[in-house]
């Protein structure tokens, strides 16, 4: 039986690394649709 603390602290890692990942993904998302404005304004 895991103890009290995994319980807390592996969903906590996970919801860390779920709004990490979306942070970077967002980031991504935002320069690659910068980029494309760019070469189209070209």
């Known amino acids: ?3 009290i ?3 807390i602290y592996i ?3 996970l ?6 990942g979306f942070r ?3 980031r991504a ?3 690659e649709l910068e980029r ?3 070469e189209r304004r070209r």
Do not use: Y
């Open 5 to 7: 603390g995994h319980i």
């Open 24 to 26: 970077l993904g967002a």
């Open 36 to 38: 494309r404005e760019q």
């Open 1 to 3: 039986m895991p103890s």
């Open 11 to 13: 969903p906590g890692v």
């Open 15 to 20: 919801l860390i690394g779920l709004a990490f």
């Open 29 to 31: 998302v935002r320069a």
